[in-house]
């Protein structure tokens, strides 16, 4: 059974730094590519970031770009992403995903994490 | 990265048919086969429905299927249950190695 278990929310300070993780089972974990994707209260999906297989190739949404880190080991089985400089819009369910098919590049999201909530508040 | 855009809300009676429309531009939904489509009920994470603008994953009723015409993406669902009764999402692939999503649908069955 596939099956992906993200944490690692909390509550954490605008400006602070949060690291969530996803761990993957029951799958090849190494020839999936992984992506993050989040979702304010009440509000709708939106694509954070994703990697390939190998971890070689990283992509982010603009709106995260040079603040989140994701990354990958694939000996652990584990997906990564690092947020820096947290700002209150960042509040969110986090939540990892796997592609069905595809090694380099996420293109459909076929099993998801339950979720992690991230809230950014002073 | 342009939300892709979908109607706020559609409705329909159990046993009817209704499409939920997903529109993008050249550089997503026109550009790419890469159309997928997630239902989410409240509280849970979301579930594919469709990927590739036509495919079905295992154990997705027949009655969910999707198309796609120039820069409109479309879900269709079929003989309308209770259980339908959720939000839909459509995203995209993009030509950044980026993915969008559109703003979401949600559908009330009446």
């Known amino acids: 059974e596939v099956q992906l278990v993200d944490s690692g929310g909390g509550l954490v300070q605008p400006g602070g730094s949060l690291r969530l993780s996803c761990v993957g089972s029951g799958f090849s974990f190494s020839n999936s590519a992984m992506t993050w994707v989040r979702q304010a209260p009440g509000k709708g999906l939106e694509w954070v970031s994703g990697?390939?297989?190998?971890?070689?190739?990283?992509y982010y949404a603009d709106s995260v770009k040079g603040r989140f880190t994701i990354s990958r080991d694939n000996f652990k089985n584990t997906l990564y992403l690092q947020m820096n400089s947290l700002r209150a819009e960042d509040t969110a369910v986090y939540y990892c995903a796997k592609d069905p098919v595809n090694i380099l590049v996420v293109t459909a999201m076929d099993y998801w994490g339950r979720g992690t909530l991230v809230t950014v508040s002073s | 990265q342009s939300a892709l855009t979908q109607p706020a809300s559609v409705s329909g009676s159990p046993g009817q048919s209704i499409t939920i429309s997903c529109t993008g531009s050249s550089r997503d939904v026109g550009g790419y086969n890469f159309v997928s489509w997630y239902q989410q009920h409240p509280g849970k994470a979301p579930r594919l429905m469709i990927y590739d603008v036509t495919n079905r994953p295992s154990g997705v009723s027949t009655r969910f299927s999707g198309s796609k015409s120039a820069y409109t993406a479309s879900l269709t669902i079929s003989g309308l249950q209770a259980e339908d009764e959720a939000d839909y999402y459509c995203s995209s692939y993009t030509g950044s190695s980026t993915l969008v999503f559109g703003g979401g649908t949600k559908l009330t069955v009446l």
């Open positions: 990697i390939s297989g190998n971890g070689d190739s990283t």
